[in-house]
């Protein structure tokens, strides 16, 4: 009887197990099968993707950049300019646009006058543009004008033409353009070669980044002469991308300017009657170079060639330095330190002078030298000045001296002291050199280079969001 019940049992629980065996085995074939349609259709969801993107999205930024290349071929160009603080060559570049027909400039400047460099610009031409300058120097500030600067990007059917690429609303710039194609140009006076001044290697590693982001992505590198295109060229600049966009001044307004007559010039003109004015315009900083401008005048004046002036326009951290050295040198007699000026008064000592003279150790450009030439001044500028070696052939329209030789600078300003008519030609020849260089060349060249460069990279735009539609470029 035991044996039997236990036989039952068995068997009874055999059952349930091949029940539960066959339950499990349909469950699993349920799973098996929900899986398989998941697969299946995630699969479709992945491959009809780019088309619903494109649908949704991107369609919008093909029109867009069909709008752009007809907005070209129309020659109606809408520029976007983002700069630093407002200076006044940039107003006269930024008006010479205005004045084009055919372009509508806007201007964003991402911050304010800056009061810590020595430049304290109260007076500036009149813009004839719209403009905005950002407000304030905190590291809130700066995020929200990068913000401010991408909204202004992202407005449609405009060329971004970026004034650098050293502080956060120009990195930003620079990224919103480069990944969404936007056609932009980057203007920069130099690239410096080696390690930054700050920051060490992690600065050093995101600059480059910036370099070969921009050169692989801006239609144009715009840089000051030809000092600015070799170094491109040196931190690997494409060559076909490079245009020569010096900074510049409006001679008519420089003309205007010096026909005021300020109370400063007045007192000079009484303390320097009767000798050769010398001008100096520059900060008082040891890369200015003013303390060779000072040793060569004492070996002229010492040789005995005393009638000479020296104007010194600029303010600085060394200015008590370097007029104790004049007096020291037994020469304050002979100079006047007049500290920073605004335009129509610096416009007025340069048309006073009789030689310019731009001493600078180091200057990646030096707007000076192209003001002097203009003036028709005879120039003398160290070789480390970028614009003396763009502009000046030697013993032609100007004179160039070794950076920190006073020897040297002493000789061509005695050269010049010494001889009127020596000075009058010299001084002739550097005006007809300098007045091919104005705003409106510079204009002409970017234009040129749109329509060069830009053409290819809407065209590419255009196809690039095509080939979007089609699952392509993903």
Known sequence: MFSLLNLC??????????????????????????????????????????????????????????????????DKKHLLVVANEPTPYNIDLFNAFARTPGI???????????????????????PIYPMYVSSGKSLASRFICLLKVIK?????????????????????????CSFL??????????????????????????????????????????????????SALRVGCPVNKLVNFPYVIDFERLKLLQQKKPPI???????????????????MIPRKGLDTLLKALNNIISKGLDSVFLVAEGEGPLRMEYEHMAS??????????????????HACLLSISDIVVVPSKYDPWGIVVHEGMLMAKPVIASDGVGSAIDRIKHGVNGYIFTAGDSAQLSHWLRLLLSDRELRVRIGDAAKYTAKDWSPK???????????????????????YFSNLGNGQNL
Request: aromatic content about 10%.
């Open 104 to 126: 509508k400039i806007l201007v964003f400047h991402t911050k304010e006058k800056s009061l810590g460099n020595y430049h304290d610009f109260k007076k500036f031409p009149d």
């Open 441 to 463: 060349r510079n204009v002409n060249s970017l234009l040129k280079a749109i329509d060069l460069n830009l053409d290819c990279r809407i065209k590419e735009k255009v196809g």
């Open 152 to 176: 202004m990007i992202m407005r449609p059917n405009q060329i971004i033409l970026i004034t650098g690429y050293n502080s956060i609303p120009f990195v930003g710039a620079i990224l919103t």
């Open 265 to 283: 010039v007045s007192e000079i003109l009484k303390r320097s009657k009767g000798r050769t004015n010398v001008f100096y315009s520059g900060q």
């Open 328 to 345: 020291n040198l037994g020469i304050s007699d002979k100079c006047c330190f007049v500290g920073f000026r605004q335009m129509d008064e």
């Open 9 to 74: 049992v068995r068997l009874l629980l055999r059952e349930i197990s091949n029940a539960t065996l066959f339950a499990s085995l349909h469950q699993f074939r349920k799973l098996a099968l929900l899986k398989e349609n998941i697969s299946e259709n995630l699969g479709r969801l992945v491959l009809a993707f780019p088309k619903f993107i494109t649908n949704l999205g991107l369609s919008r930024f093909r029109k867009k950049s069909q709008d752009i290349k007809a907005q070209y071929v129309n």
């Open 181 to 230: 194609r936007f056609p932009f140009a980057l203007w920069a006076d130099h690239f410096n070669i080696g390690s930054p001044e700050k920051g060490g290697l992690p600065i050093r590693l995101i600059r480059d980044f910036l370099r070969r982001l921009i050169f692989r992505n801006a239609f144009a590198i715009l840089t000051c002469g030809k000092p600015g295109i070799k």
